[in-house]
């Protein structure tokens, strides 16, 4: 931990409200004291104090001159307990609800921004249907399809011995097979309503306070208009609550540069907006939707194949007619749910507590007794049906590929008009970051649906590669086993990018020698540290290459899926099969990509599984996980009700509530200092703070990816303009970084009139080069951990506390307190 602050030049309480990054943290660990008490919080996200300090604005004439630490522990918001594992499940949609917060800057554009949110939003609807089909090929095409239908398949494996065809059972005849087998798919769906509708329950429906610094206070009652008030931090009567602003799609945003200090809710920057961190309203009709819509996929599949044997074999038959009415209401619910998605985004300029309780209900419930009523319709008696081939329908997963890929590509040329409109030269890909992360939320889940199917194929099918056996063997679609063969193809093709980062980093490093050497002064070189720190310093350069790579592997994706698709349907066959007339060389490099493909992408859906079995028992490897979703769930669920929620739905709302009662109760000064992506959630609390509360708090973020990765990647909302603004409307502001940090980096704010720029010079990793007398012993190379520890930082947190000005007189005895709410929920 950081030495002891030196005392402050202006009096008054002080308060220094520590919120640590990614991997969690524990208090004691962050308080560098053992004994913690929660000062007010709950198991899964709470404030804590050292004991001695639990009443320490109580005791002015005490060690009330230094600033009172307290932490901010989060972790357990993203790497709780065992079923958090179940996480794995949702990666595709964490990955393309990001491509909606990636949207470039461009006020003035509305329509073209709803656009966008319009695309993203279909985008994610085909990955639940990507999702739930990959169910339905393997248990009821592979599976009671296939397998049941053939008497190999069905005679090696006993526990399908009653759905063999050739017992002539019950339950032997294909459409009572597929209409038992539709119970996977269908509990999947229910699988992915449920964790959604569990943790909807837990961040999105947690109604934030309307007025910070009044505790207990509630928001509207049901029915009531709800208030767009800014939150209070008064210690008297706090004013009439503005009105709130007419109702504006979820794109329309003001210009990023607006400070957004007393402005109408609709000018105020978009983090900074009441309804920014509550969701509630649009996860509920996206997880309806989603819902119904996964439970059409299956209805589709078993009427579909039903329909196709009546119309053969049953022409104008009851049995025809009630699968040409099923396959009509599928078609006409699914247009429903299109118009549910498209229909409207996000309500950021007010606090929506509506709930559209009749759509959140009807939809996903019509769509499940449609699919009760196609389970009935798939059982009926056809005697003279036999299961051939391949499930009818196995055009569906090409259908998908094009569609994503269509849609991927209108996003792309959406994403460069708004680009062009404020171009910004560090944009990650020029404003394509969006696009090109939705493909390859699209390539995601290809490869877990493409991966499971392959491997259930593979199992079925015994040693062979999938539909290179006999005519009896088990095969998943044909464009399945083209998409796998692809993927040894696009690893090739990226050794070339690795290779040039390679090499570029290892000059770097060379380059970067002499540089270490000059910033430490006149000494006797160490060649072998001097490298050590140019290396680690070269290699922290790489996070900025990180656009270079997502665009290749999102490029090459796209091309190779067209590819992938052209070929299964111009072939028809496999690639093993389509090129067996070809010539050796090409014939060999075709069975040897199918082969290699199928192998690797059924490995990697075997890794999968392992890493969530292991997540699940494991409490390390469940908190790894969680450093995935602390990068990747800051953001609410604005495009996919499936993905992992929002935990700074919670979390911002905890440190707005925090900052304003404690400044309002003590009238004492505030510096919020965060680290790595903390300091992303103290930025969005500071934003959220009302114009009062605001001067009283000092903003010292260090190892931050503001600028770095949300900057670059999240232009809208903390590119150059949003970031300036902030500047502007925080009391002061100070960044630390370091050279040798991947993931934290200077924000990039210039001076603004009489406030200084934000970014102190990079710190030196070491703080010594080699022994001193200062330090005897080799001081390590930190990196992104342990900034407390520089003595700059101590230094430079006294220096925002004397910048703030001084104490006001304490709330009057008996005013409401935020002390001694322990075990409760500050958010």
């Known amino acids: 931990m950081s030495p002891a602050t030196p005392a402050p030049r202006s009096g008054g309480a002080a308060l220094e409200l520590l919120v640590h990054g990614v991997g969690g943290a524990t208090p004691q660990d962050m308080l560098d004291d053992p004994r913690t008490a929660r000062v007010t919080g709950d198991a899964t996200a709470a404030v804590y104090r050292r004991r001695d300090d639990l009443d320490a604005e109580d005791h002015p004439d005490g060690d009330a001159e230094r600033p009172v630490p307290e932490a901010y522990c989060w972790s357990n918001l993203t790497s709780g307990n065992g079923a958090r594992a179940l996480w794995l499940l949702l990666l595709p949609f964490m990955v393309v609800n990001l491509a909606h917060w990636m949207r470039p800057p461009a006020p003035g554009r509305p329509g073209l921004q709803r656009l966008y949110g319009v695309l993203v939003r279909l985008v994610a609807l085909t990955l639940t249907v990507l999702l739930t089909a990959a169910a339905c090929e393997v248990a009821l095409d592979l599976t009671a399809w296939q397998c049941a239908g053939s008497t190999a398949c069905a005679g090696d494996r006993s526990w399908l011995g009653f759905l063999s065809a050739e017992r002539g059972g019950w339950w032997s005849q294909p459409g009572r097979r597929l209409a038992l087998a539709a119970v996977v798919p269908a509990a999947l769906v229910s699988l992915l309503w449920y964790l959604s509708n569990r943790t909807w329950s837990a961040y999105e429906a947690q109604r934030p306070p309307t007025t910070y610094g009044t505790p207990g206070a509630e928001g509207p009652a049901a029915g009531q208009e709800p208030s767009c008030a800014r939150p209070c ?135 499940l007794l449609l699919l009760l009523l196609a389970v009935l319709h798939a059982g009926w008696s056809r005697p003279g049906w036999r299961s051939a081939g391949t499930l009818p329908g196995d055009m569906t997963f090409g259908v998908l590929t094009l569609a994503q890929g269509g849609l991927v590509v209108a996003l792309g040329a959406v994403a460069l008009l708004l680009h062009r409109r404020r171009p910004e030269p560090r944009t990650a890909l020029y404003g394509l970051g969006g696009p090109a992360v939705a493909m390859l939320a699209c390539a995601l889940g290809g490869v877990m649906s493409g991966g499971v199917a392959q491997r259930v194929a593979d199992w079925l099918d015994g040693p062979a590669t999938p539909g290179m056996g006999d005519g009896s063997a088990i095969a998943p679609p044909v464009l399945l086993s083209w998409q796998a063969s692809v993927i040894p193809v696009l690893l090739v093709l990226l050794l070339a990018p690795a290779g040039f980062l390679v090499v570029r980093t290892a000059r770097a490093a060379r380059r970067l020698g002499p540089v270490v050497e000059a910033a430490y002064g006149p000494r006797t070189a160490d060649p072998v540290r001097t490298a050590r720190i140019a290396a680690i310093r070269a290699r922290a350069a790489l996070t900025d290459s990180a656009p270079l790579l997502v665009g290749l592997v999102s490029g090459a994706t796209l091309l190779l899926g067209a590819g992938s698709v052209a070929g299964a349907w111009i072939g028809g066959a496999v690639p093993g099969r389509a090129f067996e007339g070809a010539q050796p060389a090409i014939a060999s490099a075709a069975d040897a990509a199918q082969s290699l493909g199928s192998w690797m992408i059924g490995f990697g859906f075997i890794l999968f599984v392992t890493w969530g ?73 500071v934003w959220q703070l009302p114009p009062a509360t605001r001067k009283r708090v000092a903003l010292l973020t260090y190892g931050s990816p503001l600028e770095r990765l949300y900057g670059r990647w999240f232009p809208a909302y903390f590119g150059p303009g949003p970031l300036r603004g902030l500047h502007r409307t925080v009391h002061c502001w100070s960044n630390l970084h370091r050279a040798t940090d991947p993931i934290g980096g200077p924000v990039r704010v210039p001076a603004d009139g009489d406030r200084p720029v934000v970014d102190r010079p990079a710190l030196l990793d070491p703080v010594a080069y080699g022994r001193t007398p200062a330090h005897p012993l080799p001081e390590p190379i930190r990196g992104h951990s342990d900034y407390q520890a520089d003595p700059v930082f101590a230094a430079e947190r006294s220096a925002l506390l004397d910048r703030l000005p001084p104490g006001l007189p304490r709330q009057r005895a008996g005013a409401p307190s935020d002390q001694g709410s322990s075990g409760r929920s500050s958010g």
Not at 273 to 292: K, S
Not at 309 to 323: K, V
Not at 643 to 656: F, G, H, M, S
Request: glycine residues 10%; charged residues 20%; contains cysteine.
């Open 233 to 367: 931090a008064c210690s008297g009567p706090c004013p009439a609550p503005e009105p709130c602003p007419a109702p504006e799609d979820d794109s329309a945003e003001a210009d990023p540069a607006d400070d957004g200090t007393g402005t109408p809710a609709g000018l105020r920057p978009a983090l900074g907006r009441p309804g920014f961190w509550y969701g509630r309203r649009l996860v509920a009709r996206l997880r309806a939707a989603h819902t119904a819509l996964g439970f059409l996929t299956v209805t589709a599949a078993l009427t579909g194949a039903a329909a196709h044997q009546d119309r053969a074999t049953a022409p104008g038959s009851l049995r025809e007619s009630l699968g040409w009415t099923l396959q009509s209401a599928v078609v006409a619910l699914a247009a429903v749910v299109l118009w549910v998605v498209c229909r409207r985004g996000r309500s950021e300029n007010r606090l929506d507590l509506r709930l559209e309780r009749a759509l959140v209900s009807w939809l996903p419930g019509t769509s």
């Open 613 to 685: 079995r292991r997540a699940y028992k494991d409490a390390s490897a469940r908190r790894t996980i969680g450093i995935l979703w602390d990068v990747g769930t800051f953001w609410p669920r604005a495009a996919h009700p499936f993905a992992p929620p929002c935990y700074a739905e919670r979390a911002v709302p905890d440190l707005t509530w925090r900052m304003s009662s404690w400044t309002a109760r003590t009238g004492g000064r505030l510096v919020i200092s965060g680290h790595s992506q903390g300091s992303v959630l103290a930025a969005a609390a």
